[in-house]
């Protein structure tokens, strides 16, 4: 068990209202991600973690900002919310398992009206 | 980049059935792939990852297989059960930094 928390799980906000996520975990892992998951779309890199401080964009970044300031913490910001960015959204940490496996939290479903 | 693909979207067996799910990959130069579990409104599960150096994996009653040649993964699950209804997803990686993902089959095994 990795040790992976989302916050909050579910939340349902209003178009043009900022939201930020929240990905903790416990076990000083270097690399986290955030990915969302779209029916049709399987699971689609938002961006990512490989240090505190360093971070890089994944494939749908548009819209979305991420900040780690300490290594256990990974935050996802809407700067303005849209109903496309209505989805289900997943951390992951990368460990070693004898090669680089991901391990995913439990997802926060987010709901924008 | 790999480009990564499920085929079928859907799946539905009867029970005892042994069925294989595809995942294909564009990108021979592979790192490892990982094959997930996931039911529904839940999180995904890792039910097993081959690395770039092997030809197969197994646990219990899944067993996957490499062929980056072909850019092929496959998933077989032997005598399925109803317990095995889920979407299953694979994850490709060229370099362990970062993981392309298929869309998913989606396994109804039927009593």
């Known amino acids: 068990d990795a040790g992976i928390t989302q916050s909050p799980r579910h939340k349902v906000t209003e178009t043009g209202t900022p939201v930020t996520l929240r990905c903790h975990q416990t076990?000083?892992?270097?690399?986290m991600y955030w990915y969302r998951q779209d029916p049709g779309h399987g699971l689609r890199l938002i961006h990512y973690s490989y240090g505190v401080k360093d971070t890089d964009k994944g494939e749908v970044s548009d819209g979305y900002s991420v900040s780690r300031s300490k290594t256990e913490d990974f935050l996802l910001t809407l700067e303005s919310a849209t109903s496309s960015q209505t989805s289900v959204y997943f951390c992951a940490i990368r460990y070693w398992n004898g090669s680089y496996e991901q391990y995913f939290g439990p997802g926060t479903r987010l709901t924008v009206t | 980049k790999q480009e990564v693909t499920q085929i079928p979207a859907a799946l539905s067996v009867p029970e005892g059935e042994n069925l294989v799910l595809n995942c294909s990959f564009t990108d021979s130069a592979i790192y490892n792939l990982q094959w997930f579990r996931q039911d529904p409104g839940k999180g995904l599960t890792s039910l097993l990852l081959?690395?770039?150096?092997?030809r197969e994996q197994t646990s219990g009653r899944l067993n996957a297989s490499l062929d980056k040649s072909s850019g092929r993964s496959t998933l077989y699950i032997a005598a399925s059960q109803p317990g095995d209804s889920a979407t299953y997803l694979c994850?490709?990686?060229?370099?362990?930094?970062?993981?392309?993902f298929g869309t998913g089959t989606s396994l109804t095994v039927i009593p």
């Open positions: 081959i690395q770039s150096s092997q």
């Open positions: 076990e000083n892992h270097r690399y």
């Open positions: 994850a490709a990686s060229n370099t362990g930094n970062q993981f392309y």
